[in-house]
């Protein structure tokens, strides 16, 4: 069987044998919308979708089809099928990991815990991430709906092995570090490690965390969802000892918890000059198509200093606020 990825890049296998594409994006393109329909589809709509400004579309589509056959009909098998005016990719022939993830997600009540676990894990990145046709706007149109239907869909898989792992903090940080990486902007997966690591009583990574995440979402115009905050009041007093100093406009807040604003004078002496930007830790830049490439390092603390740090000090303050 002939399995097709969609996810993080196109790439196809006959077996466990990578099969070499053609280098058309056009090529490509259409591999991947017929590897994604459920049904025939007209020549007519493909050169709509496809070859808009082409003088002769359909000549195209023939050249393009015939690049395809190739690949598709790997080992001798037909699966690239045409009849008058419909081309389709035979049902049940191919292996693709968009229907795999949309189907999961449509049973997941019923679906074995490792089926949904290999899901998550090898169904990585976003969708057709290598692949961009800048004058063909209806395929760029689908490719973007396409990414946010997936994005649900996967959503939808991970808050399962979420529920059915509830038992064992342990396996929720793992799958939801997992998550994070493929959807960052997601408050859900940070909820999860935030909750998870109060469970096993490592109250001040709870609160790094949180502060880490919110701070993220904020850099990148995305409102945290209010279940975040909620997380956060419920890690508890915490004990004494070292943290880290990391704060942030995020993790200074008033006794109602909510942000506040300070104004800071320069220190005496001070001449950081005004183009002078200090990165934020855990934090990066990301570009087109790069939802879960480097946007969150799960795995990096700040550098450990004296004393508390402010967002700890609030937190101090909201729990006394709350007994």
Not at 141 to 158: D, H, I, M, N
């Amino acid at each position: 069987m002939v399995r097709i990825q969609t996810f993080g890049g196109l790439r196809a296998w006959l077996a466990d044998e990578s099969l070499a594409l053609p280098p058309s994006r056009q090529s490509r393109a259409l591999l991947a919308y017929l590897a994604c329909a459920s049904k025939p589809l007209h020549r007519a709509n493909l050169c709509e979708l496809l070859w808009e400004n082409t003088p002769e579309p359909r000549a195209a589509l023939r050249w393009c089809l015939s690049r395809l056959r190739p690949v598709l009909d790997a080992g001798g098998v037909s699966r690239l099928a045409t009849e008058g005016e419909t081309v389709w990719i035979e049902p049940g022939s191919c292996e693709i990991d968009r229907k795999t993830m949309q189907n999961l997600a449509g049973r997941v009540a019923e679906a074995e815990t490792e089926a949904l676990e290999n899901a998550v894990t090898r169904f990585a990145g976003s969708f057709l991430a290598d692949l961009e046709i800048a004058d063909a706007f209806r395929f760029e149109s689908w490719k973007a709906s396409e990414e946010k239907s997936l994005a649900q869909a996967r959503s939808v898989v991970f808050e399962e092995l979420l529920r059915r792992h509830a038992a064992s903090p342990e396996a929720k940080i793992r799958l939801a570090h997992i998550w994070v990486q493929q959807d960052p902007f997601d408050s859900k997966p940070h909820i999860a490690i935030v909750e998870a690591l109060t469970a096993l009583g490592r109250k001040r990574e709870a609160l790094d965390h949180f502060d880490r995440s919110e701070r993220m979402l904020r850099r990148h115009g995305v409102e945290p969802h209010p279940g975040l905050e909620k997380a956060r009041l419920a890690i508890g007093r915490l004990g004494g000892g070292q943290i880290g100093n990391h704060s942030s406009p995020s993790s200074e807040r008033n006794l109602q918890g909510t942000p506040e604003k300070k104004s800071r004078a320069p220190a005496h002496g001070s001449h950081r000059s005004a183009g002078s930007k200090k990165s934020l830790p855990g934090t990066t830049s990301l570009g087109p198509g790069h939802l879960g490439s480097a946007a969150f390092q799960p795995n990096e603390m700040p550098p450990a200093d004296k004393g508390p740090s402010i967002a700890e000090i609030q937190f101090e303050r909201d729990q006394a606020q709350q007994a």
